[in-house]
């Protein structure tokens, strides 16, 4: 018996000592501890915090290669290729399914609920007697099913299905919005590379225009009719237009790589693309400002997206409301209990057993009467969510309404302004040649025709960002407007084989 009790002892203090030791080490994690608490936040105030998890990786870049194979691209094939694979739209898109996930899950509220029950085990209970207790002990068990349904509930079932298939339209017309931004940047960034490369191919032409000239001047110094300062100026003329072609060629590369990450591919992909200066620039106008800011106020699927999420705000109203009264509900089960037991006391080799299936069926009703003005306040908060949206469908009518009238006079303005750059480029290389041959005549100095140069370098450059501004004026007033008929008008194919046609 000692050696029991002292085994005892010694099992006891083995269990204190495990029971000390885990304390322990749960009091050194624990956020209650001024070390473990401490590792939460920025050591100090000046020292940016560090996670000690390991950050979330994204999933591996493409590499420095183009993804839809060898040669030049035209602007169709590159919005559909961001159209599949830039991430910007398929996030929009994952959005939009929860939506229609989560209205799915309100219809399932119009459904009864089937509940499968069961228990096993060993009971114990004891049932008073006139003198003392009878204790009855043995295995149970029971499986039963279990049915509700919400038959009567005043609205508030069709206020909430009404409110999400609300919440999935203005989320689906969000990511029609997306794809039509997508597009318009994609356009943009095509317009600017096009126009990237143009400027350096003009810039290319300006070195050879002024290495031209400088071995005019260099000829003229060798037969005396030119001083050594003409030949200098000259000289730095050159020096110049070549710098200027490196910053052209910065500006291309740039352009380039804004292209690929708007593609969804790592700015470092190469991107060739077809040139759009010999296509016909876009029609003229066919529709007035009015007509248009009328077509992008109903077309708009940003503007129908806030337009539905005031309906789904009037929906959350009525359900608000609805909670003010009962509910209604069918219930019903069937359950077969299972039974096997020993009175205690009882007679000699006494037991029991017995199978007992039991239902029930019936209506069951529920009315909160009180709750501390709980749903007087989630009425007001319905109320002012409503207010709130109709303020923001009125903020995004007016905004898409100015949208639509800039871009239609900033592409008034882009025709008008091509059509000058045209002639000005043809009477400024008319005056170029017209001075070039005065100068190696010996009638005209060396300064008039640097001058006459430049003027003609700045009349290249000014058509090229006319027509690049009148290419992305007319793609921002199709996006502005948001209408189908507009959208992507701009976006022609361009055959490689054409003549005059570069690639780019």
Not at 49 to 62: K, L, N, R, W
């Amino acid at each position: 018996m000692l050696r029991i009790r002292h085994a005892r002892e010694s099992l006891l203090a083995l269990h204190l000592l495990g029971a000390a030791t885990v304390l322990v080490a749960c009091q050194e994690e624990a956020l209650w501890n001024d070390k473990s608490f401490d590792k939460l936040v920025s050591s100090d105030a000046a020292v940016p915090y560090e996670s000690a998890e390991p950050a979330p990786q994204p999933p591996p870049t493409q590499v420095s290669k183009s993804p839809f194979g060898e040669g030049p691209k035209d602007l169709t094939f590159l919005i559909c290729y961001a159209l599949e694979n830039n991430p910007s739209t398929r996030a929009t898109w994952e959005r939009a399914k929860v939506t229609a996930a989560n209205w799915a899950m309100m219809e399932s509220l119009w459904w009864p609920r089937v509940n499968a029950t069961g228990f096993g085990g060993y009971r114990q209970e004891a049932l008073p007697q006139e003198t003392g207790r009878l204790l009855d002990r043995g295995p149970q068990g029971d499986l039963g099913v279990e049915l509700t349904w919400e038959l009567v509930d005043f609205g508030r079932r069709d206020a909430l299905t009404d409110a999400a298939r609300r919440a999935m339209e203005a989320s689906n017309l969000t990511f029609n919005r997306a794809l039509q931004t997508l597009v318009y940047e994609v356009q943009t960034a095509y317009f600017q590379l096009d126009s990237k490369i143009a400027l350096e191919e003009t810039a290319e032409q300006n070195v050879e225009t002024a290495r031209v000239q400088m071995e005019a001047v260099e000829d003229r110094l060798r037969v005396g009719l030119a001083i050594m300062p003409d030949v200098l100026v000259s000289r730095q003329r050159w020096e110049q237009a070549r710098f200027t072609l490196e910053s052209a060629r910065s500006a291309t590369f740039d352009a380039r790589s804004t292209l690929a990450r708007k593609l969804g591919m790592s700015a470092d992909v190469p991107v060739e693309i077809l040139s759009l200066q010999k296509l016909p620039v876009p029609e003229s106008l066919g529709k007035k400002v009015e007509q248009l800011m009328a077509l992008g106020a109903t077309d708009r699927p940003d503007l129908l997206a806030a337009g539905q999420r005031v309906r789904e705000a009037e929906a959350r109203i009525r359900k608000a409301e609805a909670d003010f009264m009962p509910t209604v509900s069918m219930v019903g089960a069937v359950m077969n209990k299972w039974y096997n037991y020993t009175p205690d006391p009882a007679p000699a080799n006494a037991s029991y057993d017995t199978t007992l299936p039991t239902y029930a069926v019936g209506l069951t009703g529920s009315w909160l009467l009180f709750d501390g003005f709980e749903r007087v306040n989630a009425v007001r908060k319905a109320r002012s969510e409503r207010n709130a949206a109709v303020a923001d469908l009125t903020k995004l009518k007016l905004e898409a309404l100015s949208d639509v009238w800039k871009a239609y006079f900033e592409q008034l303005a882009a025709e008008r302004q091509f059509t000058y750059g045209e002639s000005l480029l043809t009477a400024s290389q008319d005056s170029y040649d017209a001075m070039f041959e005065a100068y190696v005549n010996g009638l005209r100095t060396l300064p008039e025709l640097l001058q006459a140069e430049l003027d003609l370098a700045a009349a290249r450059s000014t058509l090229i960002r006319t027509r690049a501004e009148l290419l992305d004026s007319a793609s921002r007033l199709a996006y502005a407007v948001g209408s189908p008929d507009f959208a992507g008008r701009y976006a022609k194919k361009v055959d490689p084989r054409t003549d005059g046609e570069r690639v780019r």
